[in-house]
Structure formats: C-alpha cells, structure tokens
C-alpha cells in the first residue's frame, strides 16, 4: 500500500534510509538495546527493500531481461552476505586503523555503501507510474464503499401463497411431471 501511494522510488528510498540508519546505530551503540533496536530496523528496512526494488526494476528493465536482472541482484546480495564475515574478521584482526570500531567497522563500510546507493537512485530519473492519490479519508477510517448486499425478508414475514411460478418454485407453471 505505501509504495502505491508514494511510488516506488520513494520507498525504495525510505527502505535503504531506515537501513544506512540502523547500520549507523550499530557501529556507534554498544549496547543490548541499541544493538536489539538497530537489527530490528536493519530487518525492517531490508524487508520494505526486497518487497519494494522488485517493482522498481521492472520499470527500469524491458520484459525480456527482467529475470536475468532480478537474479544478477539475488547474486550481488549473497556476495554481500558471502563478504559480511570476512570483513567482520579483517576488523577484528587488522592492524589497519578501524578508529576503535573493531568488527563493528563492517557497519560503518555497509552504511557508506548504502548511503552512495541512496545518493545514486536519488540522482536518477526513473520513470514510474503516478502513485494513486486517494481524496477524502482513509480507506480504514470509513471512506469505502460497502458492498451491495440485497435484503431478504425474513422467513416468517414471507407469503404462504405461491409465487407466480407456481407452487414449490419450479418454473413448469404449477404443474408437476409424474
């Protein structure tokens, strides 16, 4: 619903915002809450990112090279999840100055990555189709159509004589075929 509100751009936009974030908090914060606040954002903004760069791609992407172009990024992530430990473990080990970040220097590479991928897609002019913009209320608060529902009268209230069609309902003019 937000992506067909605002585009897909944009939440594309506000997922990798909420992920260079959450990464910022746990390269600086030591703490269990803090580390517990910026994963459960971290999970957050890759979930709206992986359900909202699907239907950006496809309007970036002509129809015969959508597939090849969806995978080619499944592989770019598993080399980001494949990368992840080695550079967590060249922190911990370097001699190389991590500024006292330790492991946690992979939340520091990982948020510059995703800020220029942010500053990259913002600069980028994508054509999309216009977002639905709902007048009125939301749909939540009130303002939708209730479906037609046609009303019977109850049972007890109905006519004991018979209908038009005869008695017992069948359309053969009242009478039955033995």
């Given at each position: 619903?937000?992506?067909?509100?605002?585009?897909?751009?944009?939440?594309?936009?506000?997922?990798?915002?909420?992920?260079?974030?959450?990464?910022?908090?746990?390269?600086?914060?030591?703490?269990?809450?803090?580390?517990?606040?910026?994963?459960?954002?971290?999970?957050?903004?890759?979930?709206?990112?992986?359900?909202?760069?699907?239907?950006?791609?496809?309007?970036?992407?002509?129809?015969d090279k959508l597939a090849s172009t969806l995978t080619f990024g499944q592989f770019v992530k598993a080399i980001a999840s494949f990368l992840a430990p080695v550079i967590a473990a060249w922190g911990a080990t370097t001699v190389f100055p991590t500024f006292g970040l330790g492991w946690r220097a992979l939340f520091?590479?990982?948020?510059?990555?995703?800020?220029?991928?942010?500053?990259?897609?913002?600069?980028?002019?994508?054509?999309?189709?216009?977002?639905?913009?709902?007048?009125?209320?939301?749909?939540?608060?009130?303002?939708?159509?209730?479906?037609?529902?046609?009303?019977?009268?109850?049972?007890?209230?109905?006519?004991?004589?018979?209908?038009?069609?005869?008695?017992?309902?069948?359309?053969?003019?009242?009478?039955?075929?033995?």
């Open positions: 619903m937000l992506m067909n509100r605002i585009g897909r751009k944009r939440t594309v936009l506000i997922s990798q915002a909420v992920t260079t974030l959450s990464l910022i908090f746990s390269a600086f914060g030591d703490s269990y809450t803090v580390m517990l606040l910026s994963f459960s954002l971290l999970g957050i903004g890759n979930a709206i990112m992986q359900t909202s760069l699907n239907p950006l791609v496809t309007n970036l992407t002509p129809s520091v590479i990982y948020a510059v990555v995703s800020f220029l991928s942010i500053s990259l897609l913002a600069a980028t002019p994508i054509e999309e189709e216009r977002p639905e913009r709902r007048r009125g209320r939301h749909p939540w608060k009130g303002n939708h159509r209730q479906p037609h529902i046609e009303r019977r009268e109850p049972s007890h209230r109905r006519s004991a004589l018979p209908h038009r069609h005869g008695a017992g309902g069948d359309r053969s003019g009242g009478h039955s075929a033995v």
